[in-house]
């Protein structure tokens, strides 16, 4: 949960999803370095709901071979696509693009509308949320 609480600061949250979906962790040495966790939307589709990488291990390379791995899980699943929400602006935003994730959506006010508290990354208040989705080629749905 420590993990989670990374990537979405909501526990009320995290635990609304967790039962529906999948987790997947990434581990060095036997040690739990990362976490994703991915919950079905319904006609081969899923949601990237969490990713996080502990702070220690971050930038090393872990978080974009979990994604991969992830991308690569539900490729081979079957999947015709997977979404993810993520901020209008960060380092995020290119972590998921350079995995070929496309903008397809602008939730308005979604971090507002949600979240108790205004969340703030690098002091700059979030309000929208971008919704990005990898659609894989060659699926059938
Ligand atoms: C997002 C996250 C999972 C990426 O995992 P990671 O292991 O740190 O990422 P990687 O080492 O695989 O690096 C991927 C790219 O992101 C960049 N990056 C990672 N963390 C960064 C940071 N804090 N600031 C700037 N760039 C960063 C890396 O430099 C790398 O870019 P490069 O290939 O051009 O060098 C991780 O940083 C994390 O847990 N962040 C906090 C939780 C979060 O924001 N989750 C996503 C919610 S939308």
Redesign the pocket.
Known sequence: MR?LL???PSEDKVRSYLPRSKCFVASCGGVV??A?VVQPLGAAAYE?M??????A???????????QWVIDFFRKSGASQIE????TF???L???Q?QGFRVTAIDHDFFVKNYPEPIF?DGIQLFDMLRLTLRYTGSVA
């Open positions: 993990l990374l990537a979405d370095v990362g994703c990237l969490s990713i996080a990488i502990q702070p291990h971050q930038k090393s390379g872990y978080g974009a071979a979990l994604l993810v929400g993520t901020g960060g380092y995020q290119a972590f998921y350079r990354e």
